[in-house]
T-cell receptor
């Protein structure tokens, strides 16, 4: 069974640019969550999508947005990048009856 | 506000030297407590889910336990391949997000 797939794995952007990250969940999982991981703050919840609807949202500015498609694939977008957005962005799909999250390998974003 | 605190931040063990990692939490109605393992440069790997106080789960050299205020991850006779960061997270009854602790980085030397 294929796991959660995230692309790209690594990317470098400059301040002010925007970035789009992609996530394909485990087959059959309808929920996709996004987390930001930094050395100082650890893992922080960005948002969750279920059946193309945003179900929950964390405390991040509006520059961070996401969407989910009918095939459960999800994208997140960060506009007007800041240096502090440098982080590992993790996508996870959820097993609905247990609440367990299964994570992808992440997209490592560096903002210069 | 839901909160998760893990201790110690870092732990160094000799191969075969058993120890425990602690996860203290405050949550408005626990729906589940989760343990993950994360290797450098990789995403967290699911280990265990605990749902109620008194519950225990085991996997190879790892055993997770849960009380009303904390969870322990016991590592028996660790091997160098157990070296990783161990993350604890909670989910409350109201939400769907997991609230993570900052993790314990375990180093096991031979």
């Amino acid at each position: 069974k294929a796991g959660v797939t995230q692309t790209p794995r690594y990317l470098i952007k400059t301040r002010g640019q925007q970035v789009t990250l992609s996530c394909s969940p485990i087959s059959g999982h309808r929920s996709v969550s996004w987390y930001q991981q930094t050395p100082g703050q650890g893992l922080q919840f960005l948002f969750e999508y279920f059946s193309e609807t945003q179900r929950n949202k964390g405390n991040f500015p509006g520059r961070f947005s996401g969407r989910q498609f009918s095939n459960s694939r999800s994208e997140m977008n960060v506009s007007t990048l800041e240096l502090g957005d440098s982080a590992l962005y993790l996508c996870a799909s959820r097993l609905e009856n247990t609440g367990e999250l299964f994570f992808g390998e992440g997209s490592r974003l560096t903002v210069l | 506000e839901d909160q998760v605190t893990q201790s110690p931040e870092a732990l160094r063990l000799q191969e075969g030297e058993s120890s425990s990692l602690n996860c203290s939490y405050t949550v408005s109605g626990l729906r589940g407590l989760f343990w993950y393992r994360q290797d450098p440069g990789k995403g967290p790997e699911f280990l265990f889910t605990l749902y109620s106080a008194g519950e225990e789960k085991e996997k190879e050299r790892l055993k997770a336990t849960l009380t009303k205020k904390e969870s322990f991850l016991h590592i028996t006779a660790p091997k160098p391949e157990d070296s990783a960061t161990y993350l604890c997270a909670v989910q409350d009854q109201a939400g769907t997000a997991l609230i993570f602790g900052k993790g314990t980085t375990l180093s096991v030397s031979s």
